[in-house]
């Protein structure tokens, strides 16, 4: 009989703590609106895996790390049968980055120390269980940002429930596939954005002793409906408000009850992890001296076009974009002087046939629950990536985890790099990266199977 358990932790961060998700957003906390948490499932089932989501935009590899590190060493539970996923929600605490600009250490500390002690509790514990799987679909929730007329969406509405033998349903796992970005920039209040309704819903209907878990997919080019230009500009844009959050939570909410009730448990099913590390080449970039040339031509010719009192409004928003994108290049460019030479920076080898320059290793992760599979991300990978590792697994029902173990940024499909944009611009990765994680999912999914 398989065991399972679960926990629930207060994540929210002080009033005061940086914000993430914007770089157009102005100022720092004001209030906390929602509370943020992170909740764990443990499943024993010949192998002993555990799933923490956490409300907040990506986990840095450096906490996931700890994290993991200190909930193995107390409940003996392999560090690669962990997986840390994160929400994404851009209402929550930066985590990146240092000083003045990144939550304080003290948070972070308590941060690690709390998840892994959830995690503990969950392991101590655990109890016979009844675990099933079913999925839905749902419209009008996601949009694809990029095309929004036609482009592919991940409707799919996965969800796992977790029934304790002694006093029935426990836990509510659910996947679907689109950036919580209902509320914007000008938000200064920390909240879970949509998913935090949506779970907020389902324990209050099913019971404050059920945890109810959400987890994001293949989003790097689905939100809520707006361009992600004017987002980043902090332009403002009608209907992100706490009520339009709580409309969206609630429909996806309404989808999950629906399928839980059609759900199927059984007290007896197969458990496994597996985990590879994917080097991934760094997109090339001009020297970063350059770079800054570049962008100080871009400013002044947007100053330029903004004291012209005849300026075309299209054209002044293309100069505002321009002028953002070089900056974000030289923020990627500093972060690769950043990257440590060694086990992270694979050099000149190239790999699966990237072209040649330095790499950056990432984590994919796979857990079989019984005939579901899940497979883990650590960014934003774009929804036909997402789409076709689903239709390739070997598993009739696969779940994609993004943003999980780690946050390296967005994972473009190839012909996005033609179409540029603010993804591609962003993207730290040569566009073959697409591929190799494609595929390199698909092998590691077949390896549980």
Known sequence: MIKAGTSRINISPYIGSPMAGFGARKDVSQGIHDD?????????????????????????????????????????????????SATHTHSGPELRGEGEKTASPSYIRNL?????????????????????????????????RRNPKGGAIDAQVGVLRVDYEDTGLGCVFFNYTCHPVVLGPDNLLISADYPGYAMRLIER?????????????????INTGHSADLSALGYPIPGRTFERAEKLGTMLAGEVLKVLETVETVPDL?????????????????????????????????????????????????????????????????????????????GEQPQGGQPKGRQLDVELQAFLIGKTALVAF????????????????????????????????????????????????SARFVKESAKIIEHSAVDLLKSLA
């Open 205 to 221: 209907i099913k019971g404050e002793e059920v945890a109810a878990m959400f987890s994001n997919g293949a989003s790097g080019d």
């Open 36 to 84: 943020l948490f992170a909740k764990v499932l443990v499943i024993e089932g010949g192998e002993t895996i555990a799933l923490v989501t956490t409300d907040v935009v990506g986990v840095p590899i450096e906490i996931v790390q700890k994290i993991r590190d200190l909930a193995s060493d107390r409940t003996g539970i392999p560090a690669d049968h962990i997986m840390i």
């Open 270 to 346: 197969t458990v496994r992890a597996a985990s590879k590390i994917v080097p991934l080449s760094l997109k090339p970039l001009p020297p970063l001296s350059q770079l800054r040339v570049m962008a100080e031509e871009k400013q002044k010719l947007l100053e330029s076009l903004s004291r012209e009192k005849r300026t075309p409004e299209e054209k002044l928003l293309k100069a505002k974009v321009e002028a953002f994108y070089a900056e974000l290049l030289i923020s990627r460019a500093q972060e690769r002087e950043e990257i440590p030479r060694g086990e992270k920076s694979q």
């Open 112 to 144: 690690i120390d709390s998840i892994a002690g959830g995690i503990t509790s969950a392991w101590k514990f655990r109890r016979p269980a009844r675990i099933g799987f079913n999925d839905g679909a749902i419209q009008g929730i996601g949009v694809n």
């Open 378 to 425: 650590p960014g934003e990978m774009f929804v036909e990536i997402g789409l076709s590792i689903k239709g390739n697994s070997p598993f009739k029902k696969t779940l994609i985890m993004g943003l999980t173990n780690g946050s390296v940024g967005y994972l473009p499909a190839i012909k996005a790099f033609e179409e540029g944009g603010y993804e591609t611009t």
